[in-house]
């Protein structure tokens, strides 16, 4: 093509942006935008032009390997950004007012300027390649955090930070090393216990004794049960990424009955969490595990039936304030939390107790 012929075809700046006008109008309107499995190497340089509006973008499932052009959002306050090979979450490629940030099923193994994230309320980012190191520097650069999930990742310990943090009110850590390890400690000392028990009896010297290892072994390890023990009916009372939970009743007790349909979802595995019911259900300050079996699925009926919800406590002006992140049906959780918190007037008697 000659230079005469492309100086003819070369469009005028005026003329080009009175054709893009209408477009880009619509794109500065745009309040919520679904990129998800759009096949995006990167992010165009364009959506910027989304900034005036824009406030909740989904760019899961892309090969991306930066979020590079979403600072550009200043509006942005809900980025879902799962099963994209990140391996670096980047605060300086976020905007700073953001306040959920999901990042599951990436490959993060680095975290970068977490300061940019300091409006963060809600971070999920289960599935991932993070330590315990690079969990307290982020935990300890949000303020604003309330609810972190960090299931599935590769922490050996637990991040000191969250014991310090004066709002986190939901933290999800299952199935990492340092939980795993401790529930198969736990699992093998109920075992323990169990075994002692069917020993004493064998050798007839009920009593005392074995009453106590009993109601030891009780406490630990929950009651295990084909489900032909428990009737689950058919009702459901709430689901989510990786089980159900219906009513049902165990012994003439109501009870809320989960049951998983996934080995991993986004606070951690099926089989880890399944361990955790067992473990603790004797634990007072939990919703209780009354009975828990392996076949035809994992599932476990938990005591009592109510909204099961994730709050934040924290100090307000001197007075606890209560807000609330979200709401299951799994158990009575959130009203025991609300008529816990109503007994106590400040946040610092709380603190104490701890």
Known sequence: MSAAREEEEEEEPASLLLRLEPTASRLAAICRLDLRKAGLKRLPASI???????????????????LDGVQTLGRLRVLFATENGLAVLDGEALPPKLGWLICAQNAIAEVRAPHRLSH?????????????????????????LEMLRLACNRMETLPAAAFR????????????????????AALSAADAAADAVATLKDASEAGREV?????????????????????VGEEELGRGSGAVVKRGTWQGTP?????????????????????????????????????????????????????????????????????????????????DLLSHLQARPSFAELCAEL
């Not at 910027?48 to 930066?66: F, H, I, M, R, Y």
């Not at 980012?125 to 935990?139: G, R």
């Open 48 to 66: 910027g032009l989304c900034a005036t509006c824009l406030e909740q973008l989904d760019v899961g499932g892309n090969p991306l390997e930066s």
């Open 120 to 144: 963060v309320r809600k971070l999920m980012l289960p599935h991932n390649l993070l330590d315990a190191v690079a969990a307290d520097l982020l935990i300890e650069a949000i303020p604003a």
């Open 165 to 184: 943090h004066p709002r986190l009110a939901w933290f999800a850590f299952g199935g990492n090393p340092y939980s795993a390890r401790l529930c198969a």
């Open 211 to 231: 009453d106590q290892i009993e109601r030891q072994s009780g406490e630990a390890l929950s009651a295990t049960a084909g489900q032909q023990a428990v009737a």
């Open 255 to 335: 009870v809320a009955c989960k049951l998983w349909s996934a080995e991993l979802f986004s606070d951690g595995d099926a089989r880890g969490e399944w361990l955790m019911g067992r473990l603790t259900g004797g634990c007072a300050s939990l919703v209780r595990t009354l009975a828990a079996w392996e076949t035809p699925s994992l599932g476990m009926a938990v005591v009592k039936l109510s909204d099961l919800g994730a709050a934040c406590a924290y100090d307000r002006h001197g007075h606890t304030a209560v807000e609330k992140l979200e709401v299951r049906s799994f158990g009575l959780l959130l009203l």
